[in-house]
């Protein structure tokens, strides 16, 4: 897959009223799904998928937005543990799941992916309230 | 849980046998389960549970040889997309695992983690077989 035919790259994909905050070499957005409360991803901003085929200096960048972005999850939803993978078997253009794990967690010795569960969206008014309150806490 | 209490620093996991190499600040490993060819686990040398705890050298070290061991994975067996991932809810001790998937993968677009399998352990033969693949890709 080459960046022209990529849903990243074409905006379609995550969804725009998401956006959480601009992080240098990528954009966090929230997570759609909010069963685990705070999961967020992190988008390159330029078309590559493999993190080899990033010169140190952005792969350097890039583990520091990942990083910058877990503390501030983990600081607003007080996690127990954070979750960080990049995976890519659907959309192969460079993103991080950033899974906040909670005390309160239905499954904490297992990954995400394992926990079966009904999607949870969050309407306008809360998912407004949630991007302002990672915001806030990426800033401080 | 301290360095004291972690099955990590004592050397209890993982396996020794399954040591693939060093890459600087962490130690690379292959998976005991080898039903994802290759699958493998890169332990960082000291005890630190979460990316943001370690200073942006460190953590630019640990993120170098994590693309240079999923290179070495990548080209050993020919994969499709790496996957690479930071979890630690059974062992918080910072590790990756690093894991390629491949043409005949059974589930390409769902984590690792979501494929029903009997794990797959390595006779001593073949074992020392795939690590020296792993080892000599990395030294290439």
Redo the contacts between chains.
């Keep these: 897959m080459t960046g022209d035919a990529c849903v990243a790259c074409a905006g379609g994909w995550p969804r725009a009223d998401h956006r959480i905050a601009d992080l240098g070499p990528a954009v966090a957005y929230l997570n759609e799904d909010q069963f685990f409360p705070g999961w967020a991803i992190l988008v390159l901003k330029r078309h590559a998928?493999?993190?080899?085929h990033?010169d140190?200096a952005e792969?350097?960048r890039?583990?520091?937005a990942?990083?910058?972005l877990?503390?501030g999850l983990?600081e607003a939803f007080k996690a127990v543990?954070?979750?960080?993978?990049?995976?890519?078997?659907?959309v192969?253009h460079i993103h991080w799941h950033i899974v906040p794990?909670l005390s309160d967690d239905p499954a904490?010795?297992?990954?995400a992916?394992?926990v079966e569960h009904a999607p949870q969206s969050l309407a306008a008014v809360e998912l407004e309230a949630r991007l302002q309150r990672i915001r806030d806490h990426l800033a401080s």
């Design positions: 998928t493999e993190l080899y990033l140190p792969r350097s890039l583990i520091d990942v990083s910058t877990a503390r983990a543990k954070m979750n960080y993978e990049l995976l890519g078997n659907q192969p794990r904490p010795r297992l990954p992916w394992m």
